[in-house]
């Protein structure tokens, strides 16, 4: 990007993010989109910020968007971040689901869930369950979706480099449910991976692909707009059966909703049930 970026374009390209996947961008974050989206001007030969958007909206640049906001994304991500919800998981909600002595799947929706840590984790918290356990939780089913096609790419494939292995797994996991790829790094286990079947979701999207007992929406709504975190959220209830929960960032609350959603006290942390 050869010229600074003006007060129109700023404006402009804050609308387009918005309205394209719900990123709210804050004031004086130009810096934030010049160094992300200096390598997709130099790629399309493009000088300034008000050419990639007159670009963006014409017809047939939908390949070009997806680009944008997949630069624009932030896709941070570790293992067991947080650590407290999959303790819940641990110690609460699967033991509470296991005992309901129920035919039907456990279904759990890992939404924004970036290059498969996530639900990958929940893997592994449901197989050590299994094992205390013998014969519950036989079938469950992850669903795990993200706006970012590079980084859905990255989780199905479910192998990572070294660096990527240590940010948040622990020696005893890493040797439980990984085994050493041919390129130097690590390939998760097979009966980790087939827990999980990714899918490209926008969380401005409707939302058609079945009901869930747990939703970990964690560390995304932050982005949003509080209009559009409500919306997203009472959409979420909408997809979760009776009684099922939904998990949030540690910095992140409903703000609201309390004719859809119970707080649940877990010490630390906390969840909601839906009413």
């Not at 479910?158 to 041919?182: C, D, H, N, V």
Request: glycine share 6%; proline share 4%.
């Amino acid at each position: 990007m050869k010229a600074d970026i003006t007060p129109q374009e700023y404006e402009a390209f804050k609308t387009f993010l918005q309205d394209a996947c719900g990123i709210l961008l804050g004031d004086n974050k130009q810096y934030l989109v010049k160094s992300r989206l200096r390598r997709i001007l130099e790629e399309h030969q493009l000088t300034t910020l008000g050419e990639l958007l007159g670009r963006l909206n014409r017809a047939g640049h939908s390949n070009l968007k997806e680009v944008v906001i997949d630069a624009m994304t932030t896709n941070e991500t570790l293992w067991f971040r947080d650590n407290h919800p999959f303790r819940i998981l641990q110690e609460k909600l699967l033991p509470e689901f296991a005992d309901r002595n129920s035919m039907q799947p456990l279904r759990i929706w890992s939404a924004a869930c970036s290059t498969g840590q996530e639900p990958y984790s929940v893997s592994m918290i449901i197989e050590e369950f299994r094992r205390q356990r013998p014969g519950k939780l036989r079938d469950v089913k992850l669903t795990a979706t993200d706006i970012s096609k590079s980084v859905l790419e990255v989780a199905r494939k479910g192998e990572y480099e070294m660096i990527a292995i240590g940010r948040g797994l622990s020696p005893e996991r890493q040797k439980q449910f990984f085994t050493p790829s041919l390129n130097g790094g690590w390939q998760i286990r097979p009966q980790i991976k087939s827990m999980v079947e990714f899918k490209e979701l926008n969380l401005l999207e409707r939302y058609m692909f079945g009901k869930f007992d747990i939703v970990m929406c964690r560390n995304v709504l932050i982005y949003f707009s509080a209009e559009l975190k409500k919306d997203i959220l009472t959409r979420i209830h909408a997809t979760l059966n009776p009684g099922g929960y939904l998990i949030l960032g540690a910095s992140e609350s409903l703000n609201g909703l309390p004719h859809l959603y119970e707080m649940v006290q877990c010490h630390p942390g906390i969840i909601y049930r839906k009413k």
